[in-house]
Structures are given as C-alpha cells and as structure tokens.
C-alpha cells in the first residue's frame, strides 16, 4: 500500500487528507478534513496516485466510493460499474465501483 498525506503550510502544518493505493490500483481510503473540503485536497491527492500508478505501469485505478464521493470520482473521470450494497450487521449501504482506466 502506497500513501500520500496531504499537509497545510505555515509554522503549524496540519494533516488535512490522505489517499492510499495498492499495486492493483485499487483506492482503500481517500479522506480530507471537512474544515478543507472543496479547496483541491482530494484532486491533489488523487493527482499524486496518478502520476505513481502511470509511472508503475498500473492499467487503471479502481474504488469503491461513497455516496458522498461519487461525485468527486465523476468530476475526474471514474465511471461506474457497479452498484454495491454490502451489508455491516443489521445495516445495508450503498457504495459504487468506479473505475478510470489510465493511459497506455
Ligand atoms: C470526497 C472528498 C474526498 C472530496 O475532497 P475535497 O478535497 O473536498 O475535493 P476537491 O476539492 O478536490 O473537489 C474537486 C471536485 O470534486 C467534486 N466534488 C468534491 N466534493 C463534492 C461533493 N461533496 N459534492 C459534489 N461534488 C463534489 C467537485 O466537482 C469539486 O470541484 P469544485 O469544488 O470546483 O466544484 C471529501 O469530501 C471526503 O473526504 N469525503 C468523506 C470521505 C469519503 O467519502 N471518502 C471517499 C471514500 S471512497
């Protein structure tokens, strides 16, 4: 797994994201602080896990995404393939497989 924290600037940088990916490609986690959403973080991050899985010769990244993430995915060119309904206990969600192929 391969990981990439996203920091402010300043003389008290704080952690305001992270992303990680495995050698598949596959995105297990994808986070940025609400105090900074919609500033870039994510599109940064996700940037980064582009340019390793390009340089890796890695076909295409995957996620399982969120409701709330969907969007986000969308925006950079993820589709979705399917949509999933795992089960927690008594409780069921929605979550989407998204994929991205990456150029060749
Ligand atoms: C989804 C998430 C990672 C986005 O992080 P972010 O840093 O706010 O995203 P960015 O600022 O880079 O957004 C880039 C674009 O994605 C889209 N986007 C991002 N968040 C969105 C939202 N909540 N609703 C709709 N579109 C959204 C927009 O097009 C946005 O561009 P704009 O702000 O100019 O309109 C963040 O909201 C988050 O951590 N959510 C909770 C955890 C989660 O669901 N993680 C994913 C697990 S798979």
Known sequence: ???????????????????????????????????????????QLLDHAERYSAANDIARLSVHASVTARPFFRRHGFRTVETRRPQIGNVVFVNYLMIKPMPV
Not at 19 to 30: E, F
């Open 1 to 43: 797994m391969h990981t990439w924290v996203a920091e402010t600037t300043g003389c008290d940088p704080a952690v305001v994201g992270f992303i990680d990916i495995d050698d598949t490609g596959y995105i297990d986690m994808l986070f940025v602080d609400p105090s900074a959403a919609r500033r870039g973080v994510a599109s």
